[in-house]
Nanobody, 123 residues
Framework: VQLQASGGGLVQAGGSLRLSCAASGRTFSHDSMGWFRQAPGKEREFVAAIRCDGRRTYYADSVQGRFTISRDNAKNTVYLQVDSLKPEDTAVYYC?????????????????WGQGTQVTVSS
């Protein structure tokens, strides 16, 4: 599956963005999806994941209550609404896909990755 992430940008602390990830090449509704992020000098970390049918989501503790993952299977797109942004949220955000419905937080279980979109939060 091919993934194309978009929606990143420069925003002040407290602001919001909506990240999108468009998928093609495989039946989207058969894949669970995840968002990860990587800050300079740090490892790529889990942010959020959603079940293939959208019925279950899971978040990293650091974003719980501020970020919302959703999907539109008719549009083959997964979204990440990021609110109340903090400078420590600055990173390249990646969407990822894996075959199967289960919500997975471990990046090694994902077999397709998008190119990433930069989110920069100024203080």
């Amino acid at each position: 599956v091919q993934l194309q992430a978009s929606g990143g940008g420069l925003v002040q602390a407290g602001g919001s963005l909506r990240l999108s990830c468009a998928a093609s090449g495989r039946t989207f509704s058969h894949d669970s999806m995840g968002w990860f992020r990587q800050a300079p000098g740090k490892e790529r970390e889990f942010v959020a994941a959603i079940r293939c049918d959208g019925r279950r989501t899971y978040y990293a503790d650091s974003v719980q209550g501020r970020f919302t993952i959703s999907r539109d299977n008719a549009k083959n797109t997964v979204y990440l609404q990021v609110d109340s942004l903090k400078p420590e949220d600055t990173a390249v955000y990646y969407c990822a896909a894996r075959s199967g419905c289960a919500v997975i937080t471990l990046r090694t279980f994902y077999n397709s990755w998008g190119q990433g979109t930069q989110v920069t939060v100024s203080s």
